[in-house]
Antibody, heavy 123, light 106 residues
């Protein structure tokens, strides 16, 4: 059974930093691209960032480029999102997601989602 | 940058057919994926690559895509289909989601 378990959410002041983690199990983690998707409570979905199977290709939404960094540790079956220079508009539930097809994060839909970790940015 | 436009809400009676649109510039040339999200739950994939159904998704769910509009069609709608639905496409260097459509079963 595929499981994606996020952690690291919390409350930060604007300008602060936070690191999200996602531990994956139930599949060959190092074969698949992964992404982070966020959702403001009661609002729609926004893709944040993606990373390919070995970490040498990454992508970001324009709203987070230059502030967020995605990474992975295949030995630990883990995905990360380093969030710097946080803004109030980054407040959202952050989901760790797995791509349907192997290797990249850009060529297939999401077939598994974690339950999310909540990030709140407020002064 | 591609913008995907969905109607905020669609209402349908049980047993009838619901159609949820996703408008975008030349979206017919893209692979469109559809997700269903029920309150308090993470989304699930219901249609991929325009018309493929993942295992466990009823045949009542289907997709089409042409020109500037992609459509998710749900036949013989049931109360359990009430949810938010999102379309998704790859826009060259990033993923884009539509704004979402709330399907209400009357």
């Amino acid at each position: 059974e595929v499981q994606l378990v996020e952690s690291g959410g919390g409350v930060r002041r604007p300008g602060g930093s936070l690191r999200l983690s996602c531990v994956a199990s139930g599949f060959s983690f190092d074969d698949f691209g992964m992404s982070w998707v966020r959702q403001v409570p009661g609002k729609g979905l926004e893709w944040v960032s993606g990373i390919n199977w070995n970490g040498d290709s990454t992508g970001y939404a324009g709203s987070v480029k230059g502030r967020f960094t995605i990474s992975r540790d295949n030995a630990k079956n883990s995905l990360y999102l380093q969030m710097n220079s946080l803004r109030a508009e980054d407040t959202a539930m952050y989901y760790c997601t797995k791509e349907l097809a192997r290797w990249d994060y850009s060529n297939s839909p999401i077939d598994y989602w974690g339950q999310g970790t909540l990030v709140t940015v407020s002064s | 940058s591609n913008v995907l436009t969905q109607p905020p809400s669609v209402s349908v009676a049980p047993g009838k057919t619901a159609r949820i649109s996703c408008g975008g510039n030349n979206i017919g040339s893209n692979s469109v994926h559809w997700y269903q999200q029920k309150p308090g739950q993470a989304p699930i994939l219901v249609i991929s690559y325009k018309s493929d159904r993942p295992s466990g998704i009823p045949e009542r769910f289907s997709g089409s895509n042409s020109g500037n509009t992609a459509t998710l069609t749900i036949s013989r709608v049931e109360a359990g289909d009430e949810a938010d639905y999102y379309c998704q496409v790859w826009d060259g260097d990033h993923w884009v989601f539509g704004g979402g459509t709330k399907l209400t079963v009357l």
